[in-house]
């Protein structure tokens, strides 16, 4: 074990000294690339579960790396902003919801969560289906009209309506609970679409029944809630579900077939049977840090102006029981901190320093709703701005990439230099291939959009052999004990995808202009509606 991280930090820093030889555009090594992944993906860190041990030595992993090439800490003089956590875990008494009678018990039908806010609860409510439970009619989304929700949970389809741009309506997915709660509803019922249970199956669902959930702590010392007049959650299997629909206007079949076309959007109706909802909560307080550095800019106009490049540090850590019980998360993701610390050595070792300062980030709890983030643009550590955010969260690197997939760049200025750094490498610009994964807003970077800050997000695309490796490591090995270093990986590939983003994040840095959103971009309207806008080409 000893001589293995021996070799990674040799590995480490003859890459940085190589790279310090070289001229403007630094070279990236597929051997440095992977002593990052190996150490970071080792048995040694137990899976880097945010507040467990195994992340701590991500974290410091990460911090002396930072140290190594000259980079500032950036959390008043530290190199990590401790963020403050509340994990919540269902309790020893009943989780189940009782529909018309007929009770279901967490992980069986039904997945319930555990409360942030109430120890014990007992509650029982009116049920109203409000479609996809979308509320946003100027956009065409108008699921609560006619609807009086105020008081009762509403049950809700999973995702949005095919044809829907795919980041726009990732983005109205994830504001489901908030626009049910300006309605005036209590509770919130999921019921998974086809195309959602094709994608992940409802026996890969009940694997997280139980599991605990975080929420980190406000400066007021209550967890934070987007939407806090929600009482309850649940997820329903297909049997819990027709449950439901019992003698209801409009059978669950029905409704899904309407959902299943092109552009269905089925319209809400009050259910007939009533629900009662019990479940117990416990909790307890628990921290783990952001590790964050700042390369200063080379231009005193712009020092106010920081670029952000991140990437999530955390996985999932051990699993209760099995002969191998470590998640280790080499493609998720010790391969995207390997590209921002391959990247940060390019940047530092450049002999221009760019002109806009960057700030390098690993942030902790992605996997547990892309927390550290949320803390992070919620409670900044720089004195100036973030103009721009560069996420890099788990390219899939199996094979040598050809093109890939920019979320977010169509949004604002930074599509052309996405374009431009593509173009430069010789790789195509990709639709999303699997709109209904919702990957706009399942990583950090969205955490930024939310507060105006235009931001891209890369994925390896689905050419060249791509498609089938990429879905056979999320069918097979995405949030499993097989997602290792003994797979299959194109070291090169992560070499080439660490260049590509130091060439977006550099242009970036080095322009006239910060990025700015486009004119009547949904995004830059809805989160940034003061700033300055661009003309979309």
Do not use: C
Request: glycine share 10%; net charge negative.
């Amino acid at each position: 074990m000893r001589l293995k991280v021996l070799a990674a930090v040799s590995a480490l820093f003859l890459s940085a000294a190589a790279i310090a030889q070289q001229g403007t555009e630094p070279p990236f090594t597929a051997d440095a690339f992977r002593a990052h992944v190996a150490f970071l993906s080792d048995d040694l860190l137990e899976g880097r579960n945010a507040g467990e041990r195994g992340y701590d030595l991500a974290a410091r992993y990460v911090a002396t790396r930072f140290a190594a090439l000259g980079l500032s800490p950036a959390a008043d003089g530290s190199w990590y902003q401790k963020v403050p956590f509340q994990e919540s875990r269902l309790g020893d008494g009943p989780a189940e919801l009782t529909i018309g009678g007929q009770a279901f018990v967490n992980g069986g039908d039904v997945l319930i969560e555990p409360s942030a806010d109430e120890a014990t609860q007992d509650l029982r409510g009116e049920v109203v289906f409000v479609g996809f439970g979308l509320n946003e009619p100027a956009r065409g989304f108008d699921d609560y009209a006619g609807l009086d929700v105020k008081g009762k949970i509403v049950a809700m389809l999973s995702g949005f309506p095919k044809g829907t741009p795919s980041e726009l309506g990732a983005h109205l997915a994830s504001e489901k609970a908030r626009m049910a709660e300006e309605r005036g509803a209590i509770g919130v019922i999921s019921i998974p679409t086809r195309a959602s249970l094709k994608a992940v199956s409802w026996e890969k669902r009940k694997d997280y029944a139980g599991q605990p959930s975080l929420t980190w702590i406000g400066k007021d010392g209550k967890p934070y809630d987007e939407a806090p007049g929600i009482r309850l959650g649940a997820s329903l299997n297909t049997p819990a579900a027709e449950a439901l629909f019992s003698g209801a206007k409009t059978s669950l079949s029905a409704v899904l077939d309407q959902a299943d076309k092109e552009g269905g959007k089925p319209k809400g109706f009050a259910l007939n049977q009533p629900v009662t909802f019990q479940r117990t909560s416990t909790k307890r307080m628990l921290e783990s840090p952001n590790v964050v550095a700042v390369l200063p800019g080379s231009d005193p106009a712009l020092a106010d102006e920081y670029v952000l490049l991140m990437a999530h540090l955390d996985h999932d850590g051990p699993k209760a029981e099995g002969e191998d019980r470590i998640m280790n998360g080499a493609m998720d993701n010790a391969s995207g901190i390997a590209t921002m610390l391959e990247v940060a050595g390019a940047m530092a070792t450049s002999p221009e320093r760019p002109k806009r300062p960057i700030l390098f980030a690993a942030v902790t709890a992605e996997e547990d709703g892309l927390l550290g983030s949320q803390y992070l643009a919620k409670n900044p550590v720089v004195d100036g701005k973030v103009v721009g955010v560069v996420n890099l969260d788990m390219p899939v690197l199996l094979y040598d990439f050809t093109d890939v997939v920019a979320f977010g760049a169509e949004h604002s200025t930074l599509g052309p230099i996405v374009e431009r750094a593509a173009g430069r490498m010789d790789v195509a610009l990709a639709e999303d291939p699997m709109p209904e994964q919702g990957l706009f807003t399942r990583s950090d970077h969205y955490r930024f959009v939310q507060e105006g800050v235009p931001s891209v997000f890369l994925m390896t695309g689905f050419s060249n052999g791509g498609k089938e490796k990429f879905t056979h490591f999320l069918s097979t090995n995405y949030h499993t004990v097989n997602d290792e270093i003994a797979l299959p990986f194109d070291w090169q590939a992560g070499a080439k995808f660490a260049r590509i983003n130091y060439l977006i994040a550099r242009e970036i840095a080095d322009a006239d202009q910060a990025p700015r959103w486009y004119a009547d971009d949904f995004f830059g309207d809805t989160f940034a509606p003061q700033a300055s806008k661009a003309t979309a080409p």
